[in-house]
């Protein structure tokens, strides 16, 4: 039996049920958190975190259930805490995935200035969800921008995630770590690198490749914690076995 159109339908409707979510946490994002919590950045910031952790609930359920994805989990998944996250990057779905499974730690995203405008609820949540973005005019407006949003987690209680590839390992062709972001982020945060390794998803970077993933398996892999201190005795060693160990583990 030709289980293609059922597929193609599957897809359709979880992409329709994801449009509406977004659309609905866009539109309750902009006409009443940002009006009722205009003063109180603590109250807007939490508020995003909450509409941030619904996004990725429903489009990674629906994604799973669009195309009969095995997710698997292995490891620790931390049920409190604050965390410097560092990840690999192979797909759009990356960021659901790490959000709907590491909810208790309240993500905060190091992502690219494009991604600020045009996409509905992650441009929100990336103006005034305390995440940051890079990818500026310089490296030099970068660092400071990845500075202050260090300093600034510890009020919002927040786990800063970074891609220390730099974007869609399909787009950048590379798998090698820029370690100057990393050390900015664990300097300013002082908070342990919680090393995370995803795979399964490299043959579809962007949402329109879904139907590459049909019935198939996709892990993620949480590693041990580094403490802060550990990591400080030799940073670039730290960064390198890290680099290592999450692309040994993602394939």
């Known amino acids: 039996m ?3 159109p059922l597929l193609w339908l599957r897809v359709a409707v979880g992409g329709l049920a994801v449009i509406a979510a977004a659309l609905a946490i866009d539109l309750w994002l902009r006409f009443f958190v940002l009006l009722a919590y205009r003063r109180d950045a603590a109250k807007r910031i939490a508020a995003f975190g909450r509409a941030t952790r619904a996004w990725g609930d429903v489009l990674f359920a629906a994604a799973t259930w669009a195309v009969s994805l095995d997710v698997r989990i292995e490891g620790h998944v931390p049920k409190a805490g604050r965390f410097l996250i560092v990840v690999n990057h ?3 779905l990356d960021i659901p995935f790490l959000i709907t499974t590491l909810r208790a ?13 045009g996409k509905p609820v992650i441009s929100l949540v990336l103006r005034h969800g305390g995440s940051v973005c890079v990818g500026k005019r310089n490296v030099g407006e970068d660092l400071a921008a990845l500075t202050r949003f260090a300093t600034e987690l510890a009020g919002i209680e927040g786990s800063p995630v970074i891609f220390p590839a730099g974007g869609l390992e399909r787009e950048h062709g590379a798998r090698r770590f820029y370690l100057a972001g990393i050390e900015v982020l664990r300097r300013g945060a002082r908070l342990p690198i919680l090393p995370v390794a995803i795979d ?15 019935g198939a398996r996709v892990t993620m892999r949480i590693g041990e914690p580094v403490s802060y201190e550990e990591a400080g005795r030799d940073p670039r060693a730290t960064y390198l076995a890290l680099e290592e160990w999450i692309y040994g583990k993602a394939r």
Do not use: C, Y
Not at 109 to 117: G, K, S
Not at 200 to 214: F, I, V, W
């Open 2 to 4: 030709n289980r293609a």
């Open 90 to 92: 192979q797909s759009s």
């Open 105 to 117: 730690l309240n993500l905060k995203f190091v992502a690219m200035e494009q991604l600020r405008h």
């Open 200 to 214: 399964g998803m490299s043959e579809a970077p962007t949402t329109g490749d879904l139907l590459r993933l049909a």
